[in-house]
């Protein structure tokens, strides 16, 4: 039975709108992972070990070294070539500034995305168009989900709704689509 044994933090993205780019906890905890097992059975273990915020069923593993996301159906075993560099820092050495985050799904925060821009309207709507562009700039995978979950076609209809200053704020979101 092999294990992959590594510190383990989460990331409270649970609203993009309100969120932090940084992982807790400051000191995170080692957690030992089966490497034989599907992360997707091992990710509850994970969760309670943090207290994360996050629904579990929201919930996916990142790489902190590369961002890579992992494959919850498969085991880390299957996953080798993601690891890649992971125990190593610029030394050559077992690193300690690597984990792996708990974070909540991109579908599900693209999907949070959207709905806020549809069901918000005045300051709300306003604000919510300011943040888009940092949001899309703090993770640039959020950026290609938003695309493919019609995230585009909501900012349409928004700015179809809205004032010259609304749009104003949708392109400057729109600008930062690397797409």
Known sequence: MATFVC???FLDDTDPFNSTNFPEPTRP???TFREDIPLINQ???IHRLLRAPHKLDDCTLQLSHNGTYLDLESSLAE???ELEGFHQDDTGSRGKKHSV???TQLTVRVHACIERLYNSNGRDLRRA???LKQIFQDDKDLVHEFVMA????CLIKVGAEADQNYQN?????EVSLPV
């Not at 019609?150 to 076609?153: F, I, M, S, V």
């Not at 704020?169 to 979101?173: A, C, K, M, P």
């Open 7 to 9: 510190r383990v933090q």
């Open 79 to 81: 996953q080798k070539d």
């Open 150 to 153: 019609e995230g585009l076609t």
């Open 29 to 31: 905890p080692l957690y």
């Open 129 to 131: 168009l300011f943040s």
């Open 169 to 173: 704020y949708i392109l400057r979101g």
């Open 43 to 45: 990710l509850a273990g």
């Open 101 to 103: 985050v708990l974070r």
